[in-house]
């Protein structure tokens, strides 16, 4: 079995775990996400949402270890989602 790599891959960041919202159907009961507010991936949602969208968010690198499967966690402000995150030990 792989070793689940948990730097973001657009910054090298250490991803932190992060509780999944009981609200959502995202499934697991974590994730681990780059809370980095430069990661370019951040950075450049802004301005790619608003061209494409006309939403005014951006979204996070994130990653299911039950699965490997990443994607994309939107946000609406740099501070959103931060309350979910587990402290390390």
């Given at each position: 079995?792989?070793?689940?790599?948990?730097?973001?891959?657009?910054?090298?960041?250490?991803?932190?775990?992060?509780?999944?919202?009981?609200?959502?159907t995202?499934g697991?009961?974590?994730?681990?996400?780059?809370?980095?507010d430069?990661?370019?991936?951040?950075?450049?949602?802004?301005?790619?949402?608003?061209?494409?969208?006309?939403?005014?968010?951006?979204?996070?690198?994130?990653?299911d270890?039950?699965?490997?499967a990443?994607?994309?966690?939107?946000?609406?402000?740099a501070e959103?989602?931060?309350?979910?995150?587990?402290?390390d030990?």
């Amino acid at each position: 079995m792989s070793k689940i790599k948990t730097e973001c891959p657009h910054c090298g960041v250490k991803m932190k775990k992060w509780e999944t919202p009981g609200w959502t159907t995202w499934g697991g009961r974590m994730k681990y996400v780059c809370f980095n507010d430069e990661c370019t991936y951040y950075v450049r949602g802004w301005e790619w949402m608003y061209k494409s969208q006309k939403a005014q968010c951006s979204y996070r690198h994130q990653m299911d270890p039950e699965t490997g499967a990443c994607g994309p966690l939107p946000v609406n402000t740099a501070e959103a989602g931060k309350e979910g995150i587990i402290p390390d030990d």
